[in-house]
């Protein structure tokens, strides 16, 4: 596709439910990032993915979230047993390669935890 | 310390005038510097980005950089009520591993 696709735009769910948000990033970009923001906040880190290279999980903020990404390509973004805290816009970007490109973000998902 | 830090805003300009927006970083070896508009609703998207000391202009946008005072800024000539937004800087940070981290973001506001 010609952007980064995310799936599905709005999620609805009850508290302790689990959750998957995909995200199928720009056909050849090799970075991918995972960012969750708050209303009226900035965005937080999650998880970046790099090549062949070992996620960097150090934004997840709890052993509740975890993210994969498969054969390089599209990742699935898991919040197990979620909360209303987790409530919020999540939001994937690819780039071409590391640091020094330009992000491209797509649309982001709404999750609301009723 | 917040790796990127800004001034919350509302920053309120009226139109025409120049919009001035301020980023600090606390990692001293960051070396790609960024910033991002983002429109209510909407997703964020790069307006500029600056590497090296001194200023990079883009038609109205100039970025400042200062790596020895660990600053970033924007600033905003002939300022439109379209740029009403907010501006979210962003920097690489080498902590734990070399990835793209966001301040909070500034809200701009052009007075018409």
């Known amino acids: 596709g010609a952007g980064v696709s995310q799936s599905p735009s709005n999620k609805v769910t009850e508290k302790g439910k689990d959750v998957e948000l995909r995200c199928d990033p720009i056909?050849?970009?090799?970075?991918l990032y995972w960012y969750r923001q708050s209303l009226g906040q900035g965005l937080e880190f999650l998880i970046y993915?790099?090549?062949?290279?070992?996620?960097?999980k150090s934004g997840l903020p709890s052993d509740r979230f975890s993210a994969e990404r498969t054969g390089g390509s599209v990742s699935t973004l898991t919040i197990q047993r979620t909360q209303q805290e987790d409530s919020a816009v999540y939001l994937c970007?690819?780039?071409?390669?590391?640091?020094?490109?330009?992000?491209?973000f797509g649309s982001g998902t709404q999750l609301s935890v009723l | 310390q917040k790796e990127v830090e800004q001034n919350s805003g509302p920053l309120s300009v009226p139109e025409g005038a120049i919009a001035s927006l301020n980023c600090t970083y606390s990692?001293?070896?960051?070396?790609?510097f960024f910033w991002y508009r983002q429109y209510s609703g909407k997703s964020p998207e790069l307006i500029m980005s600056?590497?090296?000391?001194g200023d990079k202009e883009d038609g109205r946008f100039t970025a400042q950089l200062n790596k020895a005072s660990q600053y970033v800024s924007l600033l905003i000539r002939d300022s439109q009520p379209s740029d009403s937004a907010t501006y979210l800087c962003a920097v690489n940070t080498m902590n734990r591993d070399d990835k793209i981290i966001f301040g909070k973001g500034t809200r701009l506001h052009i007075l018409p």
């Open positions: 970007a690819s780039s071409l390669k590391a640091l020094s490109e330009k992000l491209f």
């Open positions: 600056i590497y090296s000391n």
């Open positions: 993915f790099q090549g062949n290279s070992a996620p960097d």
């Open positions: 990692d001293r070896v960051s070396q790609s």
């Open positions: 056909s050849g970009h090799t970075a």
